[in-house]
């Protein structure tokens, strides 16, 4: 059960704290994006709902914590990637107002994303362990 829990708080991060965070003037509906930057941004975030949805639904309903692990694992390790790559494309996790959402030092989405993957080893070596001693 602890397993199920470890992975369901890494997509609350990805499926339903981000989008909280990104739907406002700091991101969606900041007027200074380009319009074709909002609808890629709106396109990620409804993505991740999505396969938040999902790998939920893979948890707690079909006992699949391996895929839904899996899953947390590409969306996100998929930020990660971009923000260790952000220097090459002129990426940054600065908010228009120019400051940086931090925690104990540390870029608040690297932090959290880093925690669900975390999160997400975690869960599956506990219910390999259960699985074992079973």
Request: glycine share 8%; net charge positive.
């Amino acid at each position: 059960m602890l397993a199920k829990w470890l992975v369901s708080i890494g997509i609350v991060f990805y499926a339903v704290v981000v989008p909280i965070f990104e739907l406002n003037d700091s991101h969606v509906f900041n007027p200074s994006w380009q319009a074709h930057a909002r609808l890629h941004e709106v396109w990620q975030l409804a993505t991740n709902c999505a396969i938040g949805a999902f790998s939920f639904w893979l948890v707690w309903f079909r006992a699949n914590l391996h895929l839904s692990s899996l899953m947390t694992v590409f969306v996100t390790g998929g930020f990660l990637v971009a923000y260790v790559l952000r220097g090459a494309y002129g990426g940054s996790m600065q908010l228009s107002d120019g400051s940086e959402k931090m925690v104990l030092g540390i870029n608040l989405g690297s932090f959290a994303y880093s925690l669900a993957i975390i999160l997400a080893l975690l869960a599956l070596y506990l219910d390999r362990s259960s699985r074992v001693r079973t």
